[in-house]
């Protein structure tokens, strides 16, 4: 079972930068692929940046975020994060880490198991 904890949201004016921070409770958060998630009131969850084990080297992000957003992990620290730059106010969500042994399970929105979320809001 891996617990995750977001941190780092808030309020910030547009093009303005936040960092989220993602702590899993797991010694081996390395055996894990990790993602971020975000939904928008009445909206579906969206996938964000994922990214994959390290030996696997890979990483992926959603076309809205490409450019400004930037996913890294600290495994070391069981950490990821979700640096976010030129903030836009359609980046306003409740932003959620993800992890699932695959990276396919993270870009098909189905990882094992769920941050509780946190409120990132950008106003114009």
């Known amino acids: 079972q891996v617990q995750l904890v977001e941190s780092g949201g808030g309020l910030v004016q547009a093009g303005g930068s936040l960092r989220l921070s993602c702590a899993a409770s797991?010694?081996?958060?390395?055996?894990?692929?990790l993602g971020w998630f975000r939904q928008a009131p009445g909206l579906e969850r969206d996938f964000v940046a994922g990214?994959?084990?390290?030996?696997?080297?890979?990483?992926h992000y959603a076309n809205s975020v490409k450019g400004r957003f930037t996913i890294s992990r600290d495994d070391a620290k069981n950490t990821m994060y979700l640096q976010m730059n030129m903030l836009r106010p359609e980046d306003t969500a409740v932003y959620y880490c993800?992890?699932?042994?695959?990276?396919?399970?993270?870009?098909?929105?189905?990882?094992?198991?769920w941050g509780q979320g946190i409120q990132v809001t950008v106003s114009s």
């Open positions: 990214i994959s084990r390290n030996w696997e080297n890979s990483t």
């Open positions: 993800a992890a699932d042994r695959s990276i396919v399970a993270i870009m098909r929105r189905e990882p094992n198991f």
């Open positions: 797991s010694d081996f958060l390395s055996s894990y692929s």
